[in-house]
C-alpha cells in the first residue's frame, strides 16, 4: 500500500477534528468528501506510523478493513455520527472487556439504555432512530449482556504520511488521566504490542 502525503489544506481541516485517545494512538472520527463527490460519515484519519504500531497490518492486508486513499479525499469535516470525545475518552481508558472487543452500555438524554458491542476503536456507536449522538449521556464500559448486544458501526479509514502535532493537555482532559495511568505502569511492561495481538485485534475490528 503506498501511503502519499497529506496536502496542507487537509492537515488544516483534520487539525479541527478533536481527537479521542486510547493507550497507543488518537483517533479523528471524520466525515470526508471524496473527489468523486461521495460522502463517507464514518471514516478514521491516521498517519500511517502511529496505525501501524497500534494495528500492525495494513488495511489493504486485512479483509476485515476498509480503507480510502489519501489522495482521493477533497474535503474533511468533523463526523457527525461520532461518539462525544469525553465519553469515547472513558471506554477508551476502560480498556478490552475481553480479547479484541469492548462491551458496553450506553444512555441516552431520553432515558433510552442500549448495550453495545465494538471492536477497539469505539468513536461510532449504533444510535436509534429519531437520535443523534449529541443526545448520548452517559456509557458503562464492560456492562451489559454478551447473547444479544448491538453492534457498532461499520468505519473506513484512510492512511497518510505526516507526523500530527501531539495534542497538548490544556486541549483535552482525557490526557490528564492518560498521564497518571502511564505513571504506574512499570518501565519493563512498556512494549509495542506484537504483530500477533494487533493482527488478532484486528479480526474483530
Known sequence: MDIKQISNKLKDQ????KPSRDWTMEYRPCQVK???GEILDRVYLSASEPYMRTWGVMP?????KKYVLIEDVEEIKESPYRMPVHLANKLYKA???GMGYCLYKM???NGKTIEVSSGNAVDFPPI???LKSENIKDVFPHEGSRKNPINSHDYTWCLFKWEIPEIGKEETTANIDYT???ADVQPDKMVPKSNFWSKLK????
Open 107 to 109: 444512555q441516552f438524554d
Open 14 to 17: 483534520l487539525l479541527a477534528v
Open 180 to 182: 497518571s495511568m502511564a
Open 95 to 97: 480498556g478490552e472487556s
Open 34 to 36: 471524496l473527489k468523486n
Open 60 to 64: 489493504d492486508q486485512d479483509s476485515g
Open 128 to 130: 436509534p432512530n429519531g
Open 202 to 205: 484486528s479480526l474483530w475490528s
